[in-house]
């Protein structure tokens, strides 16, 4: 069953400019992830932010979570057109982290 | 170690055909996960494995579809009596644990004709 969905499914950008995605999910989770895709790879795991935690840093990325609300945004600041890709959250509701479950990705897309 | 690899990378079949994927994970890790991922789609859980137990299988998986661990190393996924519908990209992943982030391999896209 599909717990998180992203928000918008798709986004385009100019390059430089910031780049804002949102999950929602329905039940309360113990960790919340997101997830980058290039067009036909794997998926690579960009942060991990947890039910205690409200946000979370890594380089040009920001995580914030609001349990209170079951949502979840990513912000890439200063984009590069190597950003361009399929972004995914992923939350383990209700099964502690045994697997995640995935929503349907924001596709978003950077112009130079 | 060089992350998880997933072999083969493409695979084309005939409707009705045995396929069989191999994951190898990394090697600390003791939890291995397969999910599918059709076009347009978040990948869709199938099961996973600690270390060679398989704790928990999804319903998509059929009982055409079977996967194993042996000794908790490199996993097999095998699809009996392909059909048109399983065409997607199976994706392998690996964790070190509860909660940890997953390490995805590139998967494996196989196209039944």
Redo the contacts between chains.
Sequence with gaps: S?QGEEDPQALSIQEGENATMNCSYKTSI??L?W?RQNS??????LI?I?SNEREKHSGRLRVTLDTSKKSSSLLITASRAADTASY?C?T?AD???????????TRLSVLP | DTG?SQDPRHKITKRGQNVTFRCDPISEHNRL?W?RQTL??????LT?FQNEAQ??KSRLLSDRFSAERPKGSFSTLEIQRTEQGDSA?Y?C?SSPG??????????T?LTVV
């Design positions: 599909q113990n960790n992830q997830y036909g790879r794997g998926l690579v795991h991990l947890r995914f992923a383990d099964n502690y982290g045994q697997n995640f479950v995935f929503g349907p990705g | 998880v996960y999910y347009g789609q978040g990948p869709e859980f996973y704790l928990e990209m994706l992943a509860t909660g940890a982030g997953y390490t995805f391999g590139s998967g896209r």
